[in-house]
């Protein structure tokens, strides 16, 4: 069975610094990868995603993300932080079949 | 062009009552996916639909059942509610087969 995980509940970071959430997936082939973004009492919004060719992803807002198949990784990154950028940050995979498999969320606090 | 809508955006019920959820998909989007997300965790999948047809399924009681309408929007019914079923409920909508969901802001359900 697929699963994904977030090794970091809480981060904090000071503005302006850099930033790199991991994310860790665990399936027989290679996965489609996501990053997602959930402000307080919000949706999902899509950051980026990997499907297949170059590992490193440019996605929204300045963030990308890296996919490492000897490492089953996919870490998100951000090299200058902004306040607005707290949230709670979630990597999903799926499939064969279309159905997220989502972490448990890394929370991102930003300190001025 | 409108994103994925929800309604109601927040509800109240109480221990063995019904509720009812709705979601109206991105324009152009056939496919409907919910999710359910307990505080502090990541979504997890509860069903999909497509061409008015439960397609996939997560592990969920049949408590759980859903409806698509042929303008693709899509309901999603709780019988009996439990205390454990206070979540925010998340719809995402796509193209059948693409592997990119997007989501609308979510019902917060609570249970009394």
């Known amino acids: 069975a697929q699963s994904v995980t977030q090794p970091d509940i809480h981060i904090t970071v000071s503005e302006g610094a850099s930033l790199e959430l991991r994310c860790n997936y665990s399936y027989g082939a290679t996965p489609y990868l996501f990053w997602y973004v959930q402000s307080p009492g919000q949706g999902l919004q899509l950051l980026l995603k990997?499907?297949?060719?170059?590992?490193l992803v440019q996605g929204i807002k300045g963030f990308e993300a890296e996919f490492k198949r000897s490492q089953s990784s996919f870490n998100l990154r951000k090299p200058s932080v902004h306040w607005s950028d707290a949230a709670e940050y979630f990597c999903?995979?799926?499939?064969?079949?279309?159905?997220?498999?989502f972490g448990t969320g890394t929370r991102l606090q930003v300190t001025l | 062009d409108a994103g994925v809508t929800q309604s109601p955006t927040h509800l109240i019920k109480t221990r063995g009552q019904q509720v009812t959820l709705r979601c109206s998909p991105k324009s152009g989007h056939d496919t409907v996916s919910w999710y359910q997300q307990a505080l502090g965790q990541g979504p997890q999948f509860i069903f999909q639909?497509?061409?008015?047809?439960?397609?996939q399924r997560g592990n969920f009681p049949d408590r759980f059942s859903g409806h698509q309408f042929p303008n693709y929007s899509s309901e999603l019914n709780v019988n009996a509610l439990l205390l454990g079923d206070s979540a925010l409920y998340l719809c995402a909508s796509s193209l059948w087969g693409a592997e990119t969901q997007y989501f609308g802001p979510g019902t917060r359900l609570l249970v009394l």
């Open positions: 639909y497509y061409e008015e047809e439960e397609r």
């Open positions: 999903a995979s799926t499939g064969t079949a279309s159905k997220l498999t």
């Open positions: 990997y499907f297949s060719g170059d590992t």
